[in-house]
Protein backbone atom coordinates (compact mmCIF):
# COMPACT_ATOMS: atom_id res chain seq x y z
CA UNK A 1 0.00 0.00 0.00
CA UNK A 2 1.36 3.86 -0.57
CA UNK A 3 1.40 4.45 2.91
CA UNK A 4 3.52 1.92 3.73
CA UNK A 5 6.05 3.21 1.47
CA UNK A 6 5.80 6.77 3.13
CA UNK A 7 3.85 8.36 0.27
CA UNK A 8 1.44 10.68 1.31
CA UNK A 9 -2.30 9.84 0.08
CA UNK A 10 -3.87 12.48 -1.69
CA UNK A 11 -7.32 13.35 -0.33
CA UNK A 12 -8.17 15.44 -3.20
CA UNK A 13 -8.59 13.05 -5.45
CA UNK A 14 -12.14 11.75 -7.10
CA UNK A 15 -12.73 7.89 -5.93
CA UNK A 16 -12.68 5.88 -8.95
CA UNK A 17 -14.38 2.59 -9.09
CA UNK A 18 -12.69 -0.61 -8.10
CA UNK A 19 -13.32 -3.98 -7.78
CA UNK A 20 -14.04 -4.01 -3.92
CA UNK A 21 -16.64 -1.13 -4.51
CA UNK A 22 -19.60 -3.65 -3.93
CA UNK A 23 -17.85 -4.96 -0.53
CA UNK A 24 -18.68 -3.68 3.08
CA UNK A 25 -15.79 -1.68 5.12
CA UNK A 26 -15.62 -4.04 7.08
CA UNK A 27 -14.26 -6.32 4.30
CA UNK A 28 -11.85 -3.90 2.77
CA UNK A 29 -10.58 -3.08 5.99
CA UNK A 30 -9.69 -6.64 6.13
CA UNK A 31 -8.76 -6.96 2.44
CA UNK A 32 -5.80 -3.89 3.54
CA UNK A 33 -4.73 -5.85 6.84
CA UNK A 34 -4.42 -9.56 5.17
CA UNK A 35 -3.77 -9.10 1.73
CA UNK A 36 -1.81 -5.72 1.87
CA UNK A 37 -3.74 -5.30 -1.83
CA UNK A 38 -3.37 -1.72 -2.98
CA UNK A 39 -6.56 -1.59 -5.07
CA UNK A 40 -8.25 -2.61 -1.71
CA UNK A 41 -6.28 0.29 -0.39
CA UNK A 42 -7.23 2.99 -2.96
CA UNK A 43 -11.05 1.72 -1.64
CA UNK A 44 -10.52 2.65 1.64
CA UNK A 45 -9.44 6.10 1.24
CA UNK A 46 -11.88 6.95 -1.40
CA UNK A 47 -14.62 5.89 1.55
CA UNK A 48 -13.07 7.76 4.25
CA UNK A 49 -11.11 9.85 3.58
CA UNK A 50 -13.31 12.94 2.79
CA UNK A 51 -14.98 12.57 6.35
CA UNK A 52 -12.05 11.89 8.56
CA UNK A 53 -10.71 15.20 6.62
CA UNK A 54 -13.39 16.48 7.98
CA UNK A 55 -13.16 15.39 11.31
CA UNK A 56 -9.14 16.61 11.52
CA UNK A 57 -10.43 19.85 10.01
CA UNK A 58 -13.57 20.57 12.48
CA UNK A 59 -11.08 19.27 15.48
CA UNK A 60 -8.29 21.61 14.07
CA UNK A 61 -10.62 24.34 13.70
CA UNK A 62 -10.83 24.22 17.47
CA UNK A 63 -7.34 24.89 18.33
CA UNK A 64 -7.38 28.03 15.88
CA UNK A 65 -5.56 26.18 13.07
CA UNK A 66 -7.26 26.06 9.22
CA UNK A 67 -4.20 25.11 6.95
CA UNK A 68 -4.88 22.52 4.54
CA UNK A 69 -1.51 21.46 5.18
CA UNK A 70 -1.86 20.91 7.87
CA UNK A 71 -5.10 19.18 8.06
CA UNK A 72 -3.42 16.98 5.18
CA UNK A 73 -0.07 15.92 7.65
CA UNK A 74 -2.77 15.11 10.65
CA UNK A 75 -4.88 12.93 8.17
CA UNK A 76 -1.63 11.02 7.07
CA UNK A 77 -0.95 10.85 11.35
CA UNK A 78 -4.28 9.08 11.82
CA UNK A 79 -3.66 6.80 8.72
CA UNK A 80 -0.46 5.71 10.01
CA UNK A 81 -1.92 5.05 13.66
CA UNK A 82 -5.20 3.10 11.98
CA UNK A 83 -2.65 0.99 10.18
CA UNK A 84 0.03 0.60 12.81
CA UNK A 85 1.68 -2.96 13.16
CA UNK A 86 -0.27 -4.10 9.78
CA UNK A 87 -3.79 -2.79 11.15
CA UNK A 88 -4.36 -5.72 13.41
CA UNK A 89 -6.30 -3.67 15.93
CA UNK A 90 -8.58 -1.88 13.47
CA UNK A 91 -9.59 -5.49 11.47
CA UNK A 92 -10.22 -6.50 14.76
CA UNK A 93 -12.34 -4.05 15.69
CA UNK A 94 -13.98 -4.08 12.66
CA UNK A 95 -14.62 -7.57 13.04
CA UNK A 96 -16.42 -7.20 15.98
CA UNK A 97 -18.03 -4.70 16.21
CA UNK A 98 -18.63 -3.62 12.30
CA UNK A 99 -21.37 -1.13 13.01
CA UNK A 100 -18.99 1.02 14.97
CA UNK A 101 -16.77 1.60 12.36
CA UNK A 102 -17.12 4.99 11.20
CA UNK A 103 -17.08 5.58 15.34
CA UNK A 104 -13.68 4.45 15.54
CA UNK A 105 -12.01 6.07 12.61
CA UNK A 106 -13.94 9.30 13.96
CA UNK A 107 -12.07 9.01 17.30
CA UNK A 108 -8.86 8.08 16.35
CA UNK A 109 -8.96 11.22 13.64
CA UNK A 110 -9.72 13.58 16.10
CA UNK A 111 -7.31 12.22 19.19
CA UNK A 112 -4.43 12.36 16.36
CA UNK A 113 -5.55 15.63 16.04
CA UNK A 114 -6.18 16.99 19.47
CA UNK A 115 -2.61 15.18 20.67
CA UNK A 116 -1.19 17.14 17.97
CA UNK A 117 -2.35 20.02 19.18
CA UNK A 118 -1.99 19.29 22.90
CA UNK A 119 2.14 18.15 22.54
CA UNK A 120 2.81 21.68 20.40
CA UNK A 121 1.40 23.97 23.42
CA UNK A 122 3.21 21.64 25.85
CA UNK A 123 6.44 21.93 24.19
CA UNK A 124 5.96 25.96 23.48
CA UNK A 125 5.31 26.54 26.70
CA UNK A 126 8.25 24.48 28.04
CA UNK A 127 5.98 21.43 29.05
CA UNK A 128 7.88 18.31 29.22
CA UNK A 129 4.48 16.21 29.81
CA UNK A 130 2.53 14.48 27.22
CA UNK A 131 -1.18 14.18 27.18
CA UNK A 132 -2.54 11.11 26.26
CA UNK A 133 -6.17 10.67 24.19
CA UNK A 134 -8.61 7.94 25.50
CA UNK A 135 -11.34 8.97 23.47
CA UNK A 136 -13.36 11.11 20.62
CA UNK A 137 -15.39 13.91 22.16
CA UNK A 138 -18.24 12.08 20.46
CA UNK A 139 -19.65 9.10 23.58
CA UNK A 140 -21.23 7.35 20.50
CA UNK A 141 -17.80 6.52 19.13
CA UNK A 142 -16.96 4.22 21.72
CA UNK A 143 -13.75 3.68 23.79
CA UNK A 144 -12.37 -0.34 23.57
CA UNK A 145 -11.94 -2.38 20.62
CA UNK A 146 -13.04 -5.76 22.43
CA UNK A 147 -16.76 -5.08 23.34
CA UNK A 148 -16.79 -6.35 26.95
CA UNK A 149 -20.11 -5.93 28.89
CA UNK A 150 -18.29 -3.77 30.93
CA UNK A 151 -18.00 -1.60 27.99
CA UNK A 152 -21.44 -1.81 26.34
CA UNK A 153 -22.49 -0.63 29.09
CA UNK A 154 -20.34 2.11 29.73
CA UNK A 155 -21.07 3.21 26.37
CA UNK A 156 -25.26 3.00 27.03
CA UNK A 157 -24.17 5.23 30.04
CA UNK A 158 -22.11 7.80 27.86
CA UNK A 159 -24.73 7.35 25.79
CA UNK A 160 -27.45 8.62 27.78
CA UNK A 161 -25.35 11.42 29.41
CA UNK A 162 -25.27 12.90 26.03
CA UNK A 163 -28.59 12.22 25.48
CA UNK A 164 -29.48 14.69 28.73
CA UNK A 165 -27.06 17.19 27.68
CA UNK A 166 -28.76 17.84 24.46
CA UNK A 167 -31.61 17.86 25.37
CA UNK A 168 -31.62 19.77 28.76
CA UNK A 169 -28.76 22.30 28.78
CA UNK A 170 -29.72 26.04 29.10
CA UNK A 171 -28.14 28.94 29.16
CA UNK A 172 -26.57 31.29 26.57
CA UNK A 173 -24.61 28.09 24.57
CA UNK A 174 -25.46 24.48 25.40
CA UNK A 175 -23.28 23.24 22.43
CA UNK A 176 -20.51 25.15 23.75
CA UNK A 177 -21.24 23.57 27.37
CA UNK A 178 -21.72 20.06 26.16
CA UNK A 179 -18.39 20.43 24.36
CA UNK A 180 -16.48 21.53 27.46
CA UNK A 181 -17.68 18.76 29.28
CA UNK A 182 -16.61 16.13 27.25
CA UNK A 183 -13.47 17.38 26.37
CA UNK A 184 -13.41 17.73 30.40
CA UNK A 185 -14.56 14.06 30.80
CA UNK A 186 -13.68 12.32 27.72
CA UNK A 187 -10.35 14.22 26.23
CA UNK A 188 -8.63 14.54 30.03
CA UNK A 189 -8.00 17.97 29.06
CA UNK A 190 -7.71 20.38 31.72
CA UNK A 191 -9.59 23.42 32.20
CA UNK A 192 -6.85 26.21 31.37
CA UNK A 193 -6.52 23.79 28.25
CA UNK A 194 -10.05 24.32 27.44
CA UNK A 195 -10.23 27.76 27.96
CA UNK A 196 -7.16 28.21 25.58
CA UNK A 197 -9.52 26.54 22.30
CA UNK A 198 -10.40 29.78 20.34
CA UNK A 199 -14.12 28.40 20.34
CA UNK A 200 -14.27 28.40 24.00
CA UNK A 201 -14.63 32.14 24.93
CA UNK A 202 -14.44 31.80 28.72
CA UNK A 203 -11.73 31.64 31.32
CA UNK A 204 -10.30 28.42 32.99
CA UNK A 205 -12.45 29.69 36.14
CA UNK A 206 -15.02 29.82 33.79
CA UNK A 207 -15.07 26.91 32.52
CA UNK A 208 -14.59 25.13 35.54
CA UNK A 209 -17.94 26.66 36.68
CA UNK A 210 -19.50 25.19 33.30
CA UNK A 211 -17.85 21.58 34.24
CA UNK A 212 -19.60 21.92 37.68
CA UNK A 213 -23.35 23.23 36.44
CA UNK A 214 -23.36 20.12 33.81
CA UNK A 215 -22.29 17.75 36.26
CA UNK A 216 -24.80 17.95 39.00
CA UNK A 217 -27.22 18.34 36.31
CA UNK A 218 -26.82 14.85 35.30
CA UNK A 219 -25.64 13.44 38.74
CA UNK A 220 -29.54 14.69 39.37
CA UNK A 221 -31.18 13.82 36.32
CA UNK A 222 -29.70 10.44 34.90
CA UNK A 223 -27.75 8.92 38.31
CA UNK A 224 -29.82 10.13 40.92
CA UNK A 225 -28.93 11.62 44.31
CA UNK A 226 -28.42 7.83 45.98
CA UNK A 227 -26.31 7.34 48.75
CA UNK A 228 -24.72 4.56 47.47
CA UNK A 229 -24.13 6.00 43.80
CA UNK A 230 -21.11 7.37 44.38
CA UNK A 231 -19.06 10.43 42.76
CA UNK A 232 -19.01 8.78 39.40
CA UNK A 233 -18.24 11.62 37.10
CA UNK A 234 -15.05 12.70 39.67
Not at 108 to 123: E, G, L
Not at 152 to 163: H, M, R, Y
Request: proline fraction near 4%; include cysteine.
Amino acid sequence: MSLMRDDKVSISKSPRPTRYASLSLKEVICLCAEARDDEAWEEFISRVGKPMSFIVMRTASMWGEHSRTVVEDLLQTTYLKLWDGGGRLLRDFAIQRPEAIWGYLKRTAANATHDYFKHSRSQSSGGSELHVSTSDVDPEAGRDVHGSEEEIASGVLLKEIDEHLKRCLTGPDPERDRMIFWLYFRQGMSTKEIASLPTIGLSAKGVGSVIERVKHSIRDQILGMRPDSGDDLG
